[in-house]
């Protein structure tokens, strides 16, 4: 039994397993369609396995932006095993795809995707990324999922300059009757500092904290995100415990391009990858995974805050493959 066929067994019998893959299912339908149909054409057109089967394969993969080099790695993996298993029918490859899919993804690293707690005191989650990719809303989803999970929660404003971004916070504070620490035309600094004070003091489990989405000026807002780490850091050592980095799934490679410049200015633990059900192409998830060896820690997969789930690879290959 091939691994394709083990998540499929697994998940059609457990039915808690069976609940959450169904929202892996409807929010990777688009990219499901438009990758699969490609594929089964492609097995349509070549019986049999051919150096023209794999160019266009490789095609194929390279424009669900898996990326280039997973892809030409994944191509001659694949290579391997047809010569090894002997292997001449297209139709025969199909499990191999994936199975090879789940392989490169893991790789024989530890990729954690759950939010690293503190073990005492309150965990502090900085959110970072460029606007428009979500950042707010993803902030507002993850205190609804940990405030259903018994903690407290704090809100912290840390974009002082986009018109809008606090009553945004505030709006999703009510939401998940959480409060908020905000303050108007403020250094975000000085906000943070009184955030994560009231943290501290009141005993709050975690602090979630919203930063401005400026990547035009690196010099600022290396500066910025120095200051906030440091003032963290005097309150609570070894916090921050997450920087989390927002990315539009939709923005597809652009997207790997702002995390490789963020990379360059602070310390990424963890990818949020927003808005997947809404693209075509969900290889973006293997090509974060290529590009820059971070977990992808949540994905998007719907507008409801439910929607924002922790990545499973497992549930993410089933629904991207599960019609093949």
């Known amino acids: 039994m091939g691994l394709f066929d083990k998540f499929k067994s697994i998940f059609s019998t457990n039915k808690k397993e069976k609940e959450e893959v169904e929202v892996y299912d409807k929010g990777l339908e688009k990219s499901r369609k438009e990758f699969v149909s490609k594929i089964s054409l492609l097995n349509l057109k070549y019986k049999k396995v051919s150096p023209e089967y794999f160019e266009e394969l490789e095609e194929i993969l390279i424009m669900a932006d898996i990326g280039v ?133 009141e005993d709050y489990d975690v602090v979630l904290i919203d930063t401005a989405g400026r990547l035009q000026n690196k010099t600022n807002l290396m500066n910025e995100l120095e200051k906030m780490n440091k003032v963290i850091e005097k309150i609570i050592p070894e916090a921050p415990h997450e920087t989390l980095l927002v990315i539009d799934a939709t923005t597809g490679q652009n997207g790997i391009s702002q995390a490789k410049e963020f990379q360059k200015i602070t310390n990424i633990t963890g990818i949020v990858l927003t808005k997947l059900d809404g693209t075509a192409k969900g290889g973006i998830v293997l090509a974060i995974k290529e590009a820059l060896g971070i977990p992808v820690k949540f994905v998007g997969l719907g507008e409801q805050a439910k929607d924002l789930r922790t990545f499973d690879i497992e549930k993410y290959i089933y629904g991207l493959f599960k019609d093949m």
Do not use: C, H
């Not at 993996?77 to 029918?89: A, F, H, Q, S």
């Not at 965990?123 to 609804?144: E, P």
């Not at 809100?155 to 300059?161: I, M, P």
């Open 69 to 201: 080099s997973t892809v030409m790695e994944f191509i001659d993996r694949l290579k391997r095993r047809v010569k090894k298993e002997n292997i001449e029918n297209s139709e025969d490859l199909k499990e191999i795809i994936v199975d090879e899919m789940f392989i490169i993804y893991v790789d024989n690293s530890i990729m954690v995707n759950k939010i690293n707690f503190a073990e005492s005191g309150p965990t502090v989650v900085l959110f970072v990324g460029v606007n428009g990719v979500g950042k707010t809303t993803t902030i507002g989803k993850i205190a609804s999922r940990l405030k259903e999970e018994g903690k407290k929660v704090l809100l912290v404003a840390g974009d002082t300059f986009r018109a809008g971004a606090i009553e945004q916070i505030r709006e999703w504070g009510e939401r998940t009757s959480s409060p908020v620490v905000y303050r108007e035309d403020a250094d975000p600094a000085s906000v943070i500092y009184d955030g994560v004070m009231k943290a501290k003091e």
